[in-house]
């Protein structure tokens, strides 16, 4: 089992940053992916961005250039960096451990950008 703990959330002006955090612990043997997703009010829950083992990266095409994902391995910690806020990334920000056979999600932790 793998428990993750997002942290950084909070509330910014349009045009601000924020660094998401998300620390993992149990097993991590079968994970070889870690991201983060979001979610706000009357919508689904969509991809921002993700990070294999190897250093892979993805990102949703409205992030690009703004977001930066890393992750220390040996802290079993992946951040999300953000720039350049804007009032439309307002959501719950969940980070995601997955792998062959596992899917795990924090609890969540709310960014609000305020125009």
């Known amino acids: 089992q793998v428990r993750l703990v997002e942290s950084g959330g909070g509330l910014v002006q349009a045009g601000g940053s924020l660094r998401l955090s998300c620390a993992a612990s149990?097993?991590?043997?079968?994970?070889?992916?870690m991201g983060w997703y979001r979610q706000a009010p009357g919508s689904l829950r969509d991809l921002v961005a993700t990070?294999?083992?190897?250093?892979?990266?993805d990102y949703a095409a409205s992030v690009k250039g703004r977001f930066t994902i890393s992750r220390d391995n040996a802290k079993n910690t992946v951040y999300l960096q953000m720039n350049n806020l804007k009032p439309e990334d307002t959501a719950v920000y969940y980070c995601?451990?997955?792998?062959?056979?596992?899917?795990?999600w924090g609890q969540g932790t709310q960014v609000t950008v305020s125009s």
């Open positions: 990070i294999t083992t190897g250093g892979s990266i």
């Open positions: 995601n451990a997955r792998g062959k056979l596992v899917n795990y």
């Open positions: 149990g097993s991590m043997f079968n994970v070889n992916m």
